[in-house]
């Protein structure tokens, strides 16, 4: 280790240490024949295990830095080569990285933070343009610099790599777990600038909503449903930045810093208030109308003008074929009477869910829609909740949503909020209100599975979870609920056996008793499912053979598993 106060390569007066990583320390040093100071980084061979390879990559890294410019990234002046050690001396950036902002101060503001994104589209932008391009791969808050002046410095390029046009695959996996795309690990390609889009999008997640993406839960909900008073377009350009597909993502840095640039345009919350205002004035001068022709108007009459409305908007939006032209119709129907459920639940069943797939984006509209203000003090939402059994029953069919359909795998943790509100329902049908209570719970242990407490001790009992999943199964759910809802549910319990059989087993679970399941699950969809007309549809058909091989996998699995505990 450098001792402070000495004197490196005859000019680099050591001053005093700065900061310290896994493999490096850095130190500040005066160069004392100019009269600047500059960081040192000394990265010692008896820090790290694959010094050589560390160091190949540190040398790729100072002469990548040597050939650039731009104002946001560091100046490499010096590398030495020491028996022991490689030292690299570097432009010193005043000033702490943004991880420590957020260690310091928690949630940053949404201003700076967009802020800062602009300017790191324009440094990743910069060099994702160079001949070849070159992709970062290792964005998070840790590696940003926050200077004195507003500005931001991107430092350790230690993974940066030159994007190989002719390559399949990045043989190598190199980034932050958490922050890094699913590409990095291998499955979507060789990583390139849509790489770095997604590590910026986890970046700004982590920086808005103070969620360390390295941290339990290990995933991304929407921005708002942490804050509601995060814009929607901010969520909007998260969101695309993040999706697992490169192809789905921005395709450069340049469209996400338009999008930045017009982040309040995304934001559509202005729309809903105006939509709002207009059907107001819509409703308002109908009646000025046919109070000019002499009618005088009770608050039954408009009462019933307004109900004949929402009836019509109902009546349209079923019978229309676009789907854009549907939420179109059923949202100006929430409009007028937001405290009637029909037309959510209708946008959610008949829309939403058309594809069994409750996407983020339909989720973002959904959540617009809730918090849209109706008064000063209420937003439709509270207007809705004040129909208490309109609004339990939308909360049951959003609780669904999220739990089997959220982004086509299903979000447990997203659902609990809203099964939580069925679960309590004193006017929804019983078998719906236990399903709700059961969902809930067993939404709850996918918080806790594999997770222990202070302790030491597991924090969900996979026994206890296996007696909930039985319990979830039990009865015809098909005539309780309905049949996609029974399917869903028997791929649920199957789908477990299947993942956690040997967890089951650990906890006491018998053979007998998974065998039981199996097979009450195989006499179920026979007797209430495979004989009814829904099994007809094509969908409905789709699901039975899916969930009918799981079946199979699912008995070769237990099997397997009591042999592996040495139980079979």
């Known amino acids: ?17 700065i900061g310290q990583g896994g493999m490096s320390v850095v130190y500040l040093a005066l160069n004392e024949r100019a009269g600047k100071q500059w960081a040192i980084k000394e990265v010692r061979k008896s820090g790290v295990s694959n010094y050589q390879v560390v160091k190949q990559s540190l040398i790729v890294e100072t002469e990548m830095l040597k050939s650039l410019s731009h104002p946001y990234l560091p100046s490499i002046v010096d590398i030495i080569d020491e028996e022991d ?3 690299i001396v570097m432009d010193y950036i005043e000033g702490n990285t943004l991880g420590k902002a957020l260690a310091t101060y928690g949630v940053l503001s949404q201003e700076y933070v967009i802020e800062w994104a602009k300017q790191l589209c324009d440094v990743l932008g910069y060099l994702h343009t160079r001949k070849p391009p070159i992709i970062y791969r290792d964005l998070k808050p840790d590696n940003i610099m926050l200077r004195p002046d507003g500005t931001i410095t991107l430092i350790d390029f230690g993974t940066a790599r030159t994007f190989k046009e002719r390559n399949i695959a990045d043989t190598t996996y190199l980034g932050t777990r958490g922050y890094a795309a699913p590409e990095q690990f291998g499955g979507y390609g060789q990583t390139d600038q849509r790489t770095d889009i997604y590590c910026l999008g986890s970046t700004l997640y982590h920086l808005v909503t103070g969620m ?17 008073q995060l814009s929607r377009g901010l969520e909007k350009i998260i969101a695309k930045c993040l999706r697992n ?59 019933k003008i307004e109900t004949t409305s929402y009836e019509k908007y109902l009546v349209d939006a079923d019978t229309l074929a676009d789907a854009s032209q549907q939420v179109g119709s059923y949202q100006e129907a929430i409009v007028l009477n937001p405290g009637a459920g029909d037309a959510y639940i209708k946008l959610i069943n008949n829309v939403y869910l058309a594809d069994d797939n409750f996407s983020p984006e339909e989720d973002q509209e959904l959540r617009s829609i809730l918090i849209t203000p109706y008064d000063k003090n209420r937003n439709f939402e509270d207007i809705l909740e004040e129909n208490k059994a309109d609004y339990d029953e939308v909360a049951y069919q959003i609780g669904l949503a999220y739990y089997y359909d959220y982004d086509e795998e299903g979000n447990k943790s997203m659902s609990v909020k809203w099964l939580g509100i069925a679960a309590a329902s004193d006017n ?13 719970k067993i939404a709850q242990y996918y918080s806790d599975l594999g997770r222990v407490n202070k302790k030491g001790d597991l924090k969900a009992n996979y026994a206890g979870y296996w007696e909930d ?32 059989s040997i967890d089951f087993i650990k906890a006491g679970v018998e053979i ?11 006499e179920n969809l026979e007797k209430y499912i495979m004989q009814t007309e829904d099994a007809k549809a094509e969908r409905i058909s789709d699901m039975i053979a899916a969930l009918t091989g799981e079946i199979d996998r699912a008995k070769d699995t237990v099997n397997k598993a009591y042999k592996e505990v040495g139980k079979g």
């Open 1 to 17: 280790m450098i001792e402070i106060g000495s004197l490196v390569d005859g000019k680099y007066r050591i001053l005093h240490k």
């Open 85 to 87: 050690s490689i030292l």
């Open 212 to 228: 360390n993406p390295c941290e339990p839960p290990f995933e991304f909900y929407p921005i708002r449903s942490i804050n509601p």
């Open 245 to 303: 597909n490169p192809d789905d993502r921005y395709n450069s840095c340049a469209e996400v810093l338009y999008d930045l640039e017009h982040y309040k345009e995304l934001d559509n919350s202005y729309r809903k208030k105006e939509a709002k205002k207009l059907a107001a004035f819509g409703l308002t001068a109908s009646l000025a109308i046919a109070s000019a022709g002499g009618a005088v108007y009770t608050n039954t009459k408009a009462e």
């Open 428 to 440: 929804l049908d019983e078998s719906k209100v236990t399903r709700a209570e059961r969902l809930s």
């Open 469 to 500: 999943l039985k319990a979830i199964t039990e009865g015809n759910i098909a005539e309780m609920d309905n049949t996609t809802t029974a399917l869903m549910i028997y791929k649920e319990m199957i789908g477990q056996i299947n993942t956690h």
């Open 512 to 522: 007998p008793d998974m065998e039981a399941q199996i097979k009450l699950i195989e």
